[in-house]
């Protein structure tokens, strides 16, 4: 009986570990959907590039991690404003739809982009992280890391919001855009920095999977489906739901894993969705849409 | 200080105002009254950037506010308390009033004007943690019109301040009115209620379908008949 | 004369084969054909406003029932393919429902439809001991060549009338919701849910009727590919990509017009050809970058596609389209 428990703890701590990364995660794509109103459906791609970044300035080009970190974060951020200007600002005031499709088709030219430029094979950091052995479980340092990382990137993110004048901008124009003009609020500028900040943490995040898993054009579909369906969850916009959410799933998975394959435990997340929808819809924190 | 001459605007092909052209002189509180739909909120929205004029000129203190982007309006002194007060509900009192102060130039003064807007609302103070959505109608259009005041404005747009709100609120809202005009703001009001907004303005335009009918000074306009035809349609 | 040219069009397909026998194009043909299928199917929902980006998933399950039935218990595709149109009617409804009688529509919709897709690779990817995983999959063939029981046959010409079949087949379908009340039911719901249910619309089983039709549909265009091919994986039948695609081809050839949809696919295959044979191996990625970019620059500047914009030329349309933006409020 022991011996069942330890594997179960093990499991729920990775668990609440891995939820914390999806939680930066979900608060990337709920701060862009409450603020331009866009899904980005190809948000998991541009971690999937953040992630080669990582590989490459760090494994190829040698630098030590905390510069390709910072490079990362950077250079992806830097990429959700260009995502912006040439994708989402021309399409602000047509359908819902169709920026949801521009998105798919940003989605496309990028897990594309990487096969031609990159190639298939999955890529690695050749970074061997110790595991922890604590209690009897193995808990892989990478992934403590990942979650103290996380768990600091969303309080900075919290305390943006919060104390900032630009944070409260961020906040307010999610519940009336029309009239930020009227507080001298440039609505543009805004989003720009919404951009930014969604695509920041993408980079955070990239830096903290990549020493978890390997690098391939198609890694996005592992967790972009779950990103989703978090946001759903949660209620889309939804920060607080959205971290809720994360930690719930991960769970889900995690425990999913633990018995069967690993793919296994995203069948029981998407079943669990469809239940959760079905018993409340309006996702598991109440909220105006 | 602020001079419409002969603005029109409207809504894609509808066109909600003919030629309008007011002013709003130094020291001066003015009124534009009207019946439904007369176009008063499209002339609140149109001064303060919300929509673009098709046609016409509106300056401030000489600045042309066609010319320059919607956001940079506010920086003029021109502060829009909307229909309905439009609070951020899901924010606190105290976040609302900070994005009042958005500003550059208001944040130095943040603490400064806060204690103004507190000391003319004591309930805001009280309730500063709460959040707006939450509050009732009348503390709301006091903290609507405390995030305006949070920008230090010359000019005060309020638009239909006394919608949705119980007689003995509406009185207390046109009470502060005339007090925040003792303190050197001045005003402009768009109201149907014709009573509670000539008591506190010097002047004011009667505005119907879009253009405007009469002007003239609050008491004149008080008794005449001009009014209650317009409203009544005889 | 204008009444004839459909017939005069639609001999001259059939007679094709019989005069002209080069294998190849007539492989692109049968590709054009049943990817043709596969789109308008997705145009079915599509065009009402319920836009799936899941129908990999479906057609997928088309693909991978059929094999697998077929592989490991010996049952003839013609039980299985209805077996495997039943699976996605009853995953169409599963996860359908919940949505819509919940009211998840539009962005909502489309993202757990993304997670569906998503999810059907990941069964697919799991069952890797039975399904073959990401490498793929192959129906057993019959030593003798063709035969009719396992729906397998070597000839091209018979694979084009059976594609060409179920291309017309698919057309009239669509055809035929074009015409009925279904199609301004649904037209009403995608304009306005509570005041199409107001008029006693049945919001939930019209929404539902027309997804598992397109759901069923989309299936069979995956079931024949696998008999077709013979071969499927994963990424070839389902998944995200596919999803995308099938949306790319509709878009740029035209949601609302029942051709639209194969004027995308004439576009995608032959894209995909033209690609593969200027490069080579090398060409793998390079048209899926190329839809990508095609995807956001036409939803930008032509959101009703070649054909639909084309047609909008030649006579205004009033009706509710793709690009009718929310009411720019003041």
């Known amino acids: ?277 079905c018993l409340r819809p309006e996702g598991l924190l109440p909220r105006r849409s | 200080m602020l001079e419409l001459k002969g603005v029109r605007a409207g809504y894609g092909s509808f066109q909600a105002l003919f030629d309008v052209s007011l002013e709003v002189r130094e020291g001066e509180a003015v009124g534009v009254i009207g019946p439904n739909g007369a176009g008063k909120t499209t002339l609140m929205r149109v001064i303060s950037g919300l929509i673009r004029p098709t046609a016409g000129s509106i300056v401030m203190e000489g600045v042309d506010l066609t010319a320059i982007a919607a956001h940079r309006i506010v920086g003029l002194g021109i502060a829009h308390v909307p229909e309905s007060r439009r609070l951020f509900p899901r924010m606190t009192v105290e976040d609302n009033l900070k994005m009042g102060g958005f500003l550059p130039a208001a944040r130095p003064k943040f603490r400064e004007r806060l204690e103004v807007v507190y000391t003319l609302f004591p309930r805001l103070a009280e309730r500063r943690r709460q959040l707006a959505g939450t509050m009732s109608g009348g503390e709301q259009q006091m903290c609507a019109i405390g995030r305006a005041l949070m920008s230090d404005p010359k000019l005060l747009l309020l638009d239909e301040p006394s919608a949705g709100l119980a007689p003995v609120i509406v009185e207390q809202v046109f009470d502060l009115v005339t007090r925040l005009r003792a303190g050197g703001l001045n005003v402009l009001i768009v109201e149907q209620n014709v009573q509670q907004v000539l008591r506190v303005v010097d002047r004011a335009y009667l505005l119907k379908a879009g253009s405007i009918r009469t002007a003239g000074g609050a008491a004149e306009l008080l008794d005449s008949d001009t009014i209650r035809a317009a409203y009544l349609g005889v | 004369m204008r009444r004839a040219l459909p017939f005069i069009a639609g001999a001259a397909l059939v007679a094709l084969p019989f005069v002209y026998h080069a294998p190849y194009p007539l492989h692109i043909l049968v590709m054009i054909l049943i990817w043709s299928f596969a789109y308008t199917s997705w145009s079915m929902m599509g065009r009402f406003g319920l836009v799936s980006l899941g129908h990999g998933g479906f057609m997928g399950i088309g693909a991978y029932v059929t094999a697998l039935l077929w592989n490991h218990a010996g049952v003839s595709p013609w039980i299985g393919i209805p077996l495997a149109l039943v699976a996605s009617g009853v995953l ?206 036409f939803i930008i500047f032509l959101p009703k596609g070649i054909l639909g914009s084309l047609l909008d030329l030649k006579r205004p349309r009033a009706a509710a389209t793709l690009t009718r933006s929310p009411a720019r409020s003041a």
């Open chain 1, 1 to 277: 009986m022991a011996f069942f428990d330890i594997y179960l703890l093990e499991a729920l701590i990775n668990g609440i570990l891995l939820g914390g990364v999806f939680a930066l995660l979900s608060l990337g794509l709920n701060l862009i959907f409450g603020v331009i109103d866009v899904v980005w459906i190809c948000y998991a791609e541009l971690i999937m590039l953040g992630m080669y970044g990582m590989y490459f300035v760090y494994s190829v080009y040698h630098a030590p991690f905390a510069v390709a970190a910072v490079t990362c974060i950077a250079g992806v951020a830097v990429l959700g404003v260009i995502l912006h200007v040439l994708v989402i600002a021309p399409l602000l005031g047509a359908a819902p739809i169709n920026q949801l499709l521009a998105t798919g088709g940003v989605l496309f030219f990028l897990q594309s982009a990487a096969t031609v430029m990159f190639g298939i094979e999955f890529k690695n950091l050749g970074l061997r992280l110790p595991v922890l052995k604590a209690a009897g479980m193995f808990i892989s340092y990478a992934r403590l890391l990942a979650f103290a990382a996380a768990l600091v990137g969303m309080v900075l993110v919290y305390l943006f919001l919060s104390r900032t004048y630009t944070g409260a901008a961020i906040r307010a124009i999610a519940q009336d855009r029309q009239i930020m003009t009227l507080m001298g609020v440039d609505t543009r500028r805004i989003y720009l920095i919404t951009s930014a900040l969604g695509g920041a943490l993408a980079g955070l995040a990239a830096c903290l999977l990549v020493l978890l898993y390997d690098v391939h054009p198609f890694v996005g579909l592992s967790f972009g489906p779950i990103i989703f369906l978090i946001c759903v969850l949660g209620g889309l916009g939804n920060l607080a739901g959205g971290f809720v959410a994360a930690f719930v799933f991960a769970e889900i998975i995690s425990l999913g894993g633990l018995y069967l394959d690993l793919e296994w435990g995203y069948v029981f997340a998407f079943v669990f969705f469809i239940v959760m929808m």
């Open chain 3, 92 to 297: 169409a409804v599963v996860v359908a429902y919940p949505c819509f009688r919940f009211r998840i529509i539009g962005h909502y919709f489309a993202l757990v439809t993304l997670a569906l897709s998503g999810i059907v690779l990941q069964v697919i990817t799991a069952t890797r001991d039975w399904t073959g995983g990401s490498l793929g999959y192959t129906p057993e063939r019959y030593q003798g060549g063709s035969l009719l029981y396992a729906l397998q046959f070597t000839s091209k010409a018979t694979w084009y009338l059976i594609a060409l079949g179920v291309w017309a087949a698919g057309l009239y379908v669509w055809r035929l919701v074009d015409r009925s009340m279904m199609r301004y039911a649904l037209e009403a719901i995608s304009e306005d849910e509570d005041g199409a249910a107001a008029t006693g619309v049945h919001v939930t089983a019209e929404k539902l009727k027309i997804t598992v039709l397109s759901a069923v549909m989309t299936a069979l265009a995956g079931a024949l590919y696998c008999q077709y091919q013979m071969f499927i994986s994963p990424d070839t039948v389902s998944g995200i990509a596919i999803s995308l695609q099938m949306v790319f081809a509709v878009v740029v050839g035209g949601i609302y017009v029942s051709l639209g949809p194969t004027v995308g696919a004439v576009i995608t295959i032959m894209l995909a050809e033209v690609l593969r044979i200027s490069f080579g191996t090398r060409a793998v990625g390079w048209d899926n970058l190329v839809y990508g970019v095609l995807l956001v620059i």
